[in-house]
């Protein structure tokens, strides 16, 4: 994918705030501090396009950008440990899941995970819950870099087991090196060619 733009459009936390339903989304979920800021910048070759922080929970509202000016990225919250006020994180899981449920122009979800964390109930419940809206996901291990070669052929296979998913249905991330990039690029097109 060659990009040529990539823009922040608008922040929303309700339907009505979303823009316009024309083109189609790809959103990006997974626990706080996972990395999904840097996979959003290095996919689109910007450093600073999602603004990335050490602090967990920074995202609160639903973020769109329009990239070459034909098909949305959607950053979603983080969810998991982020140290914000009870009420905030309270809000967060309805605001998602309307957004989710609702939003006619989604294509899937792209779910990242930490490749050095067990995935959790909150990842597998989210798995679920994308199957029982048949919306498709793209199943992301970031920070690759962190771990030895045979280190990371375990934990994928591990992750995989109790994902209950295909090995190969994990790509391998590394904002660092950027490896895995093309991989993500090529299943994004996928999802957004399927309906266009």
Known sequence: MIIKSA???????????????????????????????????????????????????????????????????????????????ASVKKSWGPMVETYLSTRKTLKGVVLIMDIRRKPGLQE??????????????????????KLSKTKQIKQRLSIAKDLGVDNNALILFSAKSSRGKDSVWDAVDRLIDIST
């Not at 819950?129 to 920070?143: A, G, N, V």
């Open 7 to 85: 823009e922040f459009v608008k922040s929303a936390v309700k339907p009505s705030q979303y823009p316009s339903a024309e083109l189609p989304e790809i959103a990006f979920a997974g626990r706080s501090n996972v990395g999904k800021s840097s996979l959003i910048n290095t996919l689109v070759n910007r450093k600073h396009l999602v603004k990335t922080s050490s602090t967990p929970g920074r995202t609160q509202l639903i973020n769109f950008f329009i990239i070459n000016k034909a098909f949305l990225f959607v950053d979603l919250p983080g969810y998991g440990y982020a140290r914000v006020p």
């Open 124 to 145: 597998l419940n989210f798995i679920d819950w994308l199957d029982y809206y048949s919306i498709s996901s793209i199943l992301i291990l970031t920070k690759t870099d």
